[in-house]
């Protein structure tokens, strides 16, 4: 064993616990610990990898992770080397994941974690609200949190809280300034189109595609006038475009769906927008079948605008990745309100809620890491395997 590559824990916590540089139990060790020696029965990180552990194995409550622990107090000690078999209460919990200093830690801990390893091409930029941390009849109640998603990795990167859902456009210059975007491809709705965004993105090396809505109203116009039909009027010929179209057709769950794409550049010669390279019209038409018969049809239309060239990508390229936003709705909002019940649990103390949605984000990283890709059937397995769960925390991202 090379010590230069690991170490080995040794405190009134645990002893003799194995764990990697880079891993998430070395993260959690290091985050700081305020509580006064007088009675503290546990450390931070034996607390956290508890919960981590729970987590993983299918609870979502503080008041289920407290029973779990309980259930399995005699596996955990073995695991993480504990010098007392008393597992921590539920306000023990509860006090932890209350505090302000944790939750901005146990969010830095996630996010250097999941930088490591392999990324992928597009990274999709949008928020979410923290709706466990609603307080009954609070009708002013705000908390959002933007996150930063590696798509095709399913981790995200950084998080951010940011209150409002307006105060996303303020935030998100935050959010990417602490991951490496340089050679990857932004996404996000059209509240994230803005010009001091684009500018920081092609700055930091990356590339963006957005949406564009009249919160941009200019820039909106432009681009729905270049893509308006045109009717020649007699004696003049047609103006010349350059435009190129591409279409794509996808069938299934009784749902037709085709896409049509057209791209230019026109506008790139006297647009102010940082970094245009071209802009888009996406046209997407819908049609809902049930016993051979069509019952419904739909059809909305997105402007947009990018800074990868015509050199860069091809109109069917440009037509998949702005695809792949939508994959932080799914492979991240989507399971952390079903699968992790994050909007359901009542978490109304303190930062629980934000604690819980960063260790959400973990382990959902975690499950992608172990080539799952149904995080409920991950879950499973993972309680009738805690070893190989607490292994996970143990070592870098691969």
């Not at 944790?102 to 250097?112: F, H, L, N, P, Y």
């Not at 500018?199 to 270049?226: S, T």
């Not at 045109?230 to 009784?254: Q, R, S």
């Not at 049609?287 to 860069?312: A, H, M, N, P």
Request: glycine letters at 8%; aromatic letters at 10%.
């Amino acid at each position: 064993m090379h010590y230069s590559a690991r170490r080995v824990k040794q405190d009134y916590g645990a002893t003799g616990v194995l764990y990697d540089l880079g891993s998430v139990y070395e993260g959690l060790s290091k985050i700081t610990d305020k509580r006064k020696a007088r009675g503290k029965l546990y450390r931070i990180e034996t607390i956290m990898i508890i919960i981590v552990l729970a987590k993983m194995s299918g609870e979502d409550k503080p008041s289920g992770i407290t029973e779990w622990g309980k259930h399995h107090g005699k596996e955990i000690v073995e695991l993480m080397q504990l010098k007392k078999s008393q597992m921590p209460s539920l306000n023990t919990y509860r006090r932890m994941l209350a505090d302000v200093a944790c939750q901005a830690e146990v969010e830095r801990v996630v996010g250097k974690y999941n930088q490591q390893g392999e990324h992928g091409e597009v990274y999709a930029l949008d928020g979410k609200a923290v709706r466990g941390m609603r307080k009954k009849d609070d009708e002013e109640w705000r908390e959002y949190m933007l996150s930063v998603y590696d798509v095709e990795q399913r981790k995200v990167l950084s998080q951010v809280e940011v209150g409002r859902k307006e105060n996303e456009i303020t935030k998100a210059p935050k959010a990417l300034e602490c991951v490496e975007i340089s050679q990857k491809v932004v996404t996000g709705d059209a509240m994230h189109t803005q010009k001091a965004l684009s500018a920081q993105i092609v700055r930091q090396g990356g590339d963006y595609i957005f949406p564009v809505k009249e919160n941009q109203l200019n820039l909106y116009k432009n681009i729905q006038q270049l893509f308006a039909p045109e009717y020649p009027k007699a004696g003049f010929g047609k103006i010349e475009t350059d435009f190129l179209t591409v279409e794509k057709v996808n069938k299934g769950h009784g749902r037709l769906e085709k896409r049509i794409l057209t791209t230019s550049e026109m506008l790139n010669s006297y647009s102010t927008w940082p970094g245009l390279a071209q802009v888009y019209r996406l046209e997407r038409q819908f049609q809902w079948w049930r016993s051979g018969r069509c019952y419904r049809t739909s059809c909305e239309v997105e402007f947009g605008i990018t800074s990868l060239s015509r050199k860069k990508i091809t109109p069917e390229r440009l037509l998949y990745l702005r695809r792949k936003h939508w994959g932080i709705e799914i492979g991240l909002h989507y399971r952390r309100d079903v699968t992790f019940k994050e909007d359901a649990t009542r978490m109304t103390i303190g930062n629980t809620g934000k604690v819980m949605a960063s260790i959400n984000n973990l382990v959902i990283a975690l499950i992608h890491q172990a080539n799952f890709k149904n995080a409920a059937q991950a879950r499973r397995w993972f309680a009738a395997h805690l070893p190989e769960a607490f292994a996970l925390l143990t070592t870098p991202f691969s």
